[in-house]
């Protein structure tokens, strides 16, 4: 069955940087946009960030424009979210989704990774 599982959340510091990664199996990963949602405690799901199916575009939410980073690997199955000048508002648990319709309803999550960002 499709499975995404997402890597590479942990704690840092603010201004600091990770990269999350979310590989996918089961399904013809290029045939999906992916993307990155975040939901803080208490909080609604919302987007961070989406990239095309070929990942020639890409879309980001306000709140993480500039820098936040999204890219993809067809040939490896993964989708990738390089995190900079990290702050403490970006702490939150990030999934990864896909969809081959529209974002107002996934096809597919991951379990979540979580990220901390101290100050």
């Known amino acids: 069955q499709v499975q995404l599982v997402e890597s590479g959340g942990g704690l840092v510091q603010a201004g600091g940087s990770l990269r999350l990664s979310c590989a996918a199996s089961?399904?013809?990963?290029?045939?999906?946009?992916m993307g990155w949602f975040r939901q803080a405690p208490g909080l609604e799901r919302v987007f961070v960030a989406s990239?095309?199916?070929?990942?020639?575009?890409?879309s980001y939410g306000d709140s993480v424009k500039g820098r936040f980073t999204i890219s993809r690997d067809n040939a490896k199955n993964t989708v990738y979210l390089q995190m900079n000048s990290l702050k403490p508002e970006d702490t939150a648990v990030y999934y990864c989704?896909?969809?081959?319709?529209?974002?107002?309803?996934?096809?597919?999550w991951g379990q979540g990774t979580q990220v901390t960002v101290s100050s």
């Open positions: 990239i095309s199916r070929s990942g020639a575009f890409t």
């Open positions: 989704a896909s969809t081959r319709v529209a974002w107002v309803r996934p096809d597919y």
């Open positions: 089961g399904l013809t990963f290029s045939s999906y946009a």
